[in-house]
Antibody, heavy 118, light 109 residues
Framework: EVQLVESGGGLVKPGGSLRLSCAAS????????MNWIRQAPGKGLEWVST????????YYAESLKGRFTISRDNAKNSLFLQMSSLRVEDTAVYYCARGLGAKAFDIWGQGTVVTVSS | SYVLTQSPSVSVAPGQTASIACGGK??????VHWYQQKAGQAPVMVVS???DRPSGIPERFSGSNSGNTATLTISRVEAEDEADYYC????????????FGTGTKVTVL
């Protein structure tokens, strides 16, 4: 079964840091780009970041202004998102998603909740 | 940056057809993908590359894309289709290429 499982979310104070992880299984991880997408409470989906299959390229949402870093460990079938200088507006459910073809997101995890609050 | 606009809500009676529009400048030149998100759940892709339906998605879901509007059509609507629907494109000309639409809430009357 193809599966993505996120972890690492939690409560953090403004200005703090957090590292999210996504464990992939059931498919050849190295064949796919991977993505992070978030959803603030009561809001729509917001694309956060994409990393190519062999880390040739990375992309980030303009709103992040360099505070987040996406990475992957192909040997461990894992995706990461290092988040720093966190703001209240970063509060959201963070989803890991597999990339497909013309940059669609065909498989999603259940998400991990990040709350930034003092 | 590229902007995708959707109507906030659509209401439809069971058995009828729901059309969900996604507007963007010359969107017909891009590949559009659609996602369904039911309350409290992760999104699920229902259409990719304008018209392709992933395995397991009912044939009632179809997509089209031309000019400045892409459309997701749900035929013979069922109660289980009540959800939020989002369009999405990858704007390869941008440094920030991932773009989602604003989302449409489909209510089954």
């Amino acid at each position: 079964e193809v599966q993505l499982v996120e972890s690492g979310g939690g409560l953090v104070k403004p200005g703090g840091s957090l590292r999210l992880s996504c464990a992939a299984s059931g498919f050849t991880f190295t064949s796919y780009s991977m993505n992070w997408i978030r959803q603030a409470p009561g809001k729509g989906l917001e694309w956060v970041s994409t990393i190519s299959s062999i880390v040739t390229y990375t992309y980030y949402a303009e709103s992040l202004k360099g505070r987040f870093t996406i990475s992957r460990d192909n040997a461990k079938n894992s995706l990461f998102l290092q988040m720093s200088s966190l703001r209240v507006e970063d509060t959201a459910v963070y989803y890991c998603a597999r990339g497909l073809g013309a940059k669609a997101f065909d498989i999603w995890g259940q998400g991990t909740v990040v709350t930034v609050s003092s | 940056s590229y902007v995708l606009t959707q109507s906030p809500s659509v209401s439809v009676a069971p058995g009828q057809t729901a059309s969900i529009a996604c507007g963007g400048k010359n969107i017909g030149s891009k590949n559009v993908h659609w996602y369904q998100q039911k309350a409290g759940q992760a999104p699920v892709m229902v259409v990719s590359d304008d018209t392709d339906r992933p395995s397991g998605i009912p044939e009632r879901f179809s997509g089209s894309n031309s000019g400045n509007t892409a459309t997701l059509t749900i035929s013979r609507v069922e109660a289980e289709d009540e959800a939020d629907y989002y369009c999405q494109v990858w704007d390869g000309s941008s440094d920030h290429p991932g773009v989602f639409g604003t989302g449409t809430k489909v209510t089954v009357l």
